[in-house]
């Protein structure tokens, strides 16, 4: 028997044929060179950006066989070329067709996609996965609220693909969709932002996370139980980002994605940076509250990890003014304070604020002050 916080499955399916194929590939062919392909997937090394912008620079990333090169934007500036054959196409829409049917979508729907078509993979990533199902899609693109609120209502647009806060600005115009698949910004992991997304349309509201580097991995259903892993396109991992080693199922940390299938550029234990839960059930692999902050600048207050993001992420949930707060620690007495700074209007109960604190990041506030004049956003770290 196994529950929601114990591991079921510790290494991708294949691992051997995985870790063979990609021992030939020249971005993996040195670290891998004496990884038995059936070793502790522990064994394996993580990939991360800083190995990527390596491999770019000595000329190791481009694929005879690609047929697409998205570039993919690089913290700290800069950009890296994210390089695709067909055959990755056409694996990953096929993935993704099966998923926005889980999440509802018909071939006979028209889907109106606002996210960008440039040089970034934006709107592709829902492109391929909806051009597989058979739906009518429209690639907008993002921006051009009137041009975009014309063409659902003409051609009567059943599924819209945005961000969470251009959908909720087009309903609040006038828009009105049966479904959205919503990417690109938070919606599950704040607090009533999909009640507020959905009120403005008129819609169900889904979450669905995806990136750049490794296409779409993650979509709801109906259900709202949570983001159902694309299986058979990607397999997910959450790791200590401290230590590396596998968080057991239901425990925060930082997400972690191989590539089953990919030929160009496949990712191997990469990385993402981002911050999440991961459950293993009968069903499916499962993110249960989406993506929920980013591992930078990880914090331990208290014997506790606290991750700045995801604050701003609880703030936001809570009305007040997530890009306008200062978390503040000191020491007293020998022993860890913590102290937070934020921009809004004092609710009614800030008991209930302190507690609903204290349940989020299993430690207690040492002092909440909100102001509204309250500016500037970070950590101030005076301890010894």
Same mark, same amino acid.
């Given at each position: 028997?196994?529950?929601?916080?114990?591991?079921?499955?510790?290494?991708?399916?294949?691992?051997?044929?995985?870790?063979?194929?990609?021992?030939?590939?020249?971005?993996?062919?040195?670290?891998?060179?004496?990884?038995?392909?059936?070793?502790?997937?522990?064994?394996?090394?993580?990939?991360?950006?800083?190995?990527?912008?390596?491999?770019?620079?000595?000329?190791?990333?481009?694929?005879?066989?690609?047929?697409?090169?998205?570039?993919?934007?690089?913290?700290?500036?800069?950009?890296? =070329?994210?390089?695709?054959?067909?055959?990755?196409?056409?694996?990953?829409?096929?993935?993704?067709?099966?998923?926005?049917?889980?999440?509802?979508?018909?071939?006979?729907?028209?889907?109106?996609?606002?996210? /960008?078509?440039?040089?970034?993979?934006?709107?592709?990533?829902?492109?391929?996965?909806?051009?597989?199902?058979?739906?009518?899609?429209?690639?907008?693109?993002?921006?051009?609220?009137?041009?975009?609120?014309?063409?659902?209502?003409?051609?009567?647009?059943?599924?819209?693909?945005?961000?969470?806060?251009?959908?909720?600005?087009?309903?609040?115009?006038?828009?009105?969709?049966?479904?959205?698949?919503?990417?690109?910004? =938070?919606?599950?992991?704040?607090?009533?932002?999909?009640?507020?997304?959905?009120?403005?349309?008129?819609?169900?509201?889904?979450?669905?996370?995806?990136?750049?580097?490794?296409?779409?991995?993650?979509?709801?259903?109906?259900?709202?139980?949570?983001?159902?892993?694309?299986?058979?396109?990607?397999?997910?991992?959450?790791?200590? =980002?401290?230590?590396?080693?596998?968080?057991?199922?239901?425990?925060? /940390?930082?997400?972690?994605?191989?590539?089953?299938?990919?030929?160009?550029?496949?990712?191997?234990?990469?990385?993402?940076?981002?911050?999440?839960?991961?459950?293993?059930?009968?069903?499916?692999?499962?993110?249960?509250?989406?993506?929920?902050?980013?591992?930078?600048?990880?914090?331990?207050?208290?014997?506790?990890?606290?991750?700045?993001?995801?604050?701003?992420?609880?703030?936001?949930?809570? /009305?007040?003014?997530?890009?306008?707060?200062?978390?503040?620690?000191?020491?007293?007495? /020998?022993?860890?304070?913590?102290?937070?700074?934020?921009?809004?209007?004092?609710?009614?109960?800030?008991?209930?604020?302190?507690?609903?604190?204290?349940?989020?990041?299993?430690?207690?506030?040492?002092?909440?002050?909100?102001?509204?004049?309250?500016?500037?956003?970070?950590?101030?770290?005076?301890?010894?």
């Amino acid at each position: 028997m196994t529950n929601a916080l114990q591991r079921t499955s510790t290494s991708p399916p294949n691992q051997a044929e995985l870790l063979g194929r990609l021992k030939s590939h020249s971005l993996y062919r040195a670290a891998l060179e004496k990884i038995p392909e059936n070793t502790d997937w522990a064994a394996v090394p993580f990939l991360t950006r800083e190995r990527l912008t390596e491999a770019f620079e000595a000329g190791e990333l481009a694929h005879p066989d690609a047929v697409r090169v998205h570039l993919t934007p690089h913290p700290g500036g800069g950009w890296l =070329p994210e390089y695709a054959t067909r055959a990755d196409i056409d694996g990953h829409g096929q993935a993704a067709a099966a998923a926005f049917a889980r999440a509802g979508v018909r071939p006979e729907d028209y889907v109106q996609i606002a996210f /960008g078509y440039h040089r970034f993979a934006g709107g592709w990533i829902m492109q391929d996965g909806l051009e597989a199902l058979g739906a009518k899609t429209l690639p907008f693109g993002p921006g051009e609220s009137e041009a975009q609120l014309d063409a659902i209502q003409k051609l009567g647009v059943r599924v819209l693909v945005s961000a969470p806060s251009f959908a909720q600005k087009l309903g609040e115009a006038g828009a009105r969709v049966e479904l959205l698949i919503s990417s690109g910004e =938070p919606l599950t992991s704040i607090a009533g932002r999909r009640e507020r997304v959905e009120a403005a349309l008129g819609c169900v509201a889904l979450d669905a996370y995806a990136s750049s580097e490794a296409g779409m991995m993650a979509l709801e259903t109906p259900e709202k139980n949570g983001l159902r892993v694309l299986e058979d396109w990607v397999y997910l991992e959450v790791i200590d =980002p401290e230590t590396g080693q596998a968080m057991p199922d239901g425990e925060r /940390g930082e997400l972690v994605v191989t590539h089953l299938s990919k030929q160009a550029m496949p990712l191997l234990r990469f990385r993402t940076g981002d911050l999440t839960r991961l459950e293993r059930r009968a069903d499916g692999v499962y993110l249960p509250g989406g993506v929920f902050g980013n591992v930078g600048g990880m914090l331990k207050v208290k014997g506790v990890k606290l991750f700045p993001r995801e604050v701003a992420f609880w703030l936001a949930g809570h /009305g007040l003014d997530h890009t306008q707060h200062t978390l503040r620690l000191w020491s007293q007495g /020998g022993a860890d304070r913590l102290g937070l700074s934020v921009q809004g209007e004092t609710p009614e109960s800030v008991d209930a604020l302190l507690a609903d604190f204290q349940r989020r990041f299993a430690m207690r506030l040492d002092e909440l002050k909100i102001t509204a004049d309250h500016n500037g956003a970070g950590v101030v770290d005076t301890r010894e």
